[in-house]
């Protein structure tokens, strides 16, 4: 055989190869193309097309393997396997995923197998119709009154006839028109799929409202109608009425039975302040303007106005925009004093800073206390303390930080102050535990067992004790705000998202951008939120049942009891509530036209 043996040669596939060596990788037989049809849509295609790709060969062994769509170089979708049968001419259908309205160029290959070659289909040029969708309306509340802010939600949403259909991403634009039978009502704009529109003009009788949306170049036209009956006026109802002509901000107490609220004129530049005397509300500039006695002064003053009483006394807190100081206002032995109190150079802790934008005031131990915001520039702040020791005003810097003390807000629960305030991405809190304060960013940085969420919270933040224990409800920003709510629930933090998240016609909860301005109190022993929706401009009202939250709109609506539509974009301006005379008072500014508005339930 001589030195190096026998080398042995074959034909493979109609090469010649050594024996030993690696073969071609086509197959013995993997040289026939199988037949590629495409069919099954015609333009213009329509949401109950699918397209059809067919491989199919002459004769045994049937083809196997998969098929993938194509949108001109694009993929579209992922590989289908075709059937596992004997058959040889085998189909898939696809609904398309991902190809929009318009004209594209649709083709699919074949990956071929041990016995067939891969091939592809010819391209056809095709365009797509806009998605069919569904319109789905109903009223909130669902068994209104007379009078009551009637939401008649619209969302769009699937049509289950339809294969085609939208990526979760693309939604619809524009606006859906409200109409009682065929006399128009309004628009509402929709805002991630929802659209909703607010009347409080509705008589008693029952009714079938239409809503019917134009389309975009997304999405065709479509139309949703739903039935709802209101009822008589009952012995309540909500009623609004404008109390002041400018107003920025405002806040609210009970001081010797009766409401008052305080709140800053951006005309005159002064601290406002406004009382029921019992058959009106009485008026008056109470600090700034042309100055005045007992340490009145004449700077610009009055923005982010805090009261309280403590000690019998009636406190007002606020913001002095001319000299960066916060201003201290006191009612006692039936006259008005004041004081600057921090923001210069002074004993017990006080600083030389720009202090008192943005301020919470509680009673603790009997004795006024104050927590509020000082600016150090315009990314960094500190979060200041100040407390009336029975002598004199104690000063402390409490935390310090990015946008530290921003929407601080304070109550006492657990038997101490809570103290939360919003970081530009966090929800912060402080709380006393009788020997130091402590701090932990509470939701927006981690997602955690309770409810926690990792997204930007804190916004707007309003507290209260209930049950003895802090609750917290302040803003999420996104896409779309929502209203979020934290309350300790005795071991830990729970959380939950209130409103918002999306349309329920049972609760009466939105999916439209809410959670801004936010005021929140104690009626009848259970916890109420007042709240603006910016996206249909109104003033939204949650409320604890004892078994789950409800939701309402109390103005921003055409209503028979003074409610007017359109409060305009949010403004720097806060909601505040008290009950008083009986009956639960919200004051809060209509950001379009600046006035301070005033709504109750009686």
């Known amino acids: 055989m001589g030195k190096f043996g026998v080398r042995a040669w074959a034909v ?18 993997a040289v026939t193309a199988p037949t590629a049809t495409l069919s099954g849509l015609t333009t213009p295609v329509t949401c109950d097309q699918q397209a059809q ?20 170089a694009t993929a579209v979708g992922t590989p289908l396997t075709l059937p596992g049968s004997n058959a040889l001419s085998k189909s898939v259908k696809s609904s398309l995923p991902g190809v929009g309205p318009g004209t594209h160029s649709i083709s699919f290959t074949y990956s071929g197998d041990v016995n067939y070659s891969s091939t592809s289909s010819a391209a056809q040029s095709l365009t797509f119709a806009p998605y069919t969708s569904a319109l789905a309306v109903a009223p909130a509340p669902g068994s209104p009154r007379v009078g009551d802010g009637l939401s008649f939600q619209a969302t769009m949403g699937a049509d289950s006839h339809c294969f085609r259909r939208p990526p979760a991403t693309t939604k619809a634009t524009g606006s859906v028109s409200f109409a009682n039978g065929s006399t128009p009502l309004g628009t509402g704009t929709l805002v991630n799929g929802n659209a909703s529109f607010t009347t409080g003009l509705l008589s008693a009788g029952t009714y079938t409202i239409n809503a019917s949306y134009p389309g975009d170049a997304n999405f065709a036209a479509t139309t949703g109608a739903t039935q709802v009956q209101v009822s008589p006026t009952g012995i309540y109802a909500w009623k609004a009425e404008t109390v002041q002509s400018a107003a920025q901000g405002s806040t609210a107490v009970v001081f010797n039975n009766g409401a008052h609220t305080f709140f800053y004129d951006p005309n005159a530049k002064s601290l406002g302040h406004m009382w029921w005397n019992g058959s009106t509300w009485a008026t008056e500039i109470l600090d700034g303007g042309v100055g005045g006695p007992n340490g009145r002064t004449t700077a610009d003053v009055g923005r982010s106005p805090k009261a309280l009483v403590s000690g019998g006394q009636l406190h007002v807190f606020y913001y002095d925009a001319t000299f960066g100081d916060l201003r201290h206002a006191w009612y006692g032995l039936g006259t008005w004093s004041f004081e600057s109190l921090d923001g ?10 720009d202090v008192g934008l943005e301020s919470a005031a509680i009673d603790f131990g009997g004795t006024p206390q104050v927590f509020y915001r000082e600016t150090v520039d315009p990314t960094r702040s500190r979060l200041r303390h100040a407390w009336w020791t029975g002598q004199f005003w104690g000063f402390e810097t409490l935390d310090f930080g990015t946008n ?9 629960g657990t038997g101490q102050p809570h103290v939360f305030s919003y970081t530009g991405s966090n929800l912060r809190h402080g709380w006393w535990n009788g020997v130091q304060w402590s701090f932990e960013n509470l939701d927006g940085s981690q997602v955690g067992p309770n409810g926690q969420i990792s997204n930007n919270v804190g916004a707007f933040a309003q507290s209260l004790s209930y049950g003895g224990t802090p609750q917290v409800f302040y803003q999420e920003l996104g896409a779309v705000t929502k209203l979020r709510h934290a309350w300790w629930a005795g071991q830990f933090w729970a959380f939950e998202t209130l409103d918002g998240a999306g349309n329920n016609a049972a609760t009466g909860a939105t999916g439209n951008n ?3 301005d936010i005021a929140a109190g104690v009626l009848n022993g259970q916890p109420m939120v007042w709240y603006r929706d910016t996206t249909s401009q109104s003033l939204r009202h949650a409320f604890w049942t004892g078994a789950s939250w409800r939701f309402d709109i109390d103005d921003g609506f055409a209503g028979v009891f003074g409610q007017q539509p359109n409060l305009g974009t949010p403004s720097v301006s806060t909601s505040s509530m008290v009950f008083a005379n009986g009956q639960q008072n919200v004051f809060y500014t209509d950001a379009a036209t600046n006035q301070l508005r005033h709504g109750w339930y009686g």
């Open 12 to 29: 493979v596939a109609g090469v010649a190869t050594a024996l030993g060596m690696v073969v071609s990788a086509s197959p013995v037989g």
């Open 404 to 412: 530290t003390g921003r929407f601080n807000t304070a109550t006492v």
């Open 514 to 516: 809410v959670g801004a």
């Open 53 to 72: 790709a067919t491989v199919a060969v002459a004769a045994a062994p049937a083809p196997t393997g998969t098929v993938q769509f194509f949108d001109g």
């Open 344 to 353: 210069f150079t002074g004993p017990h802790g006080r600083t030389n800073g």
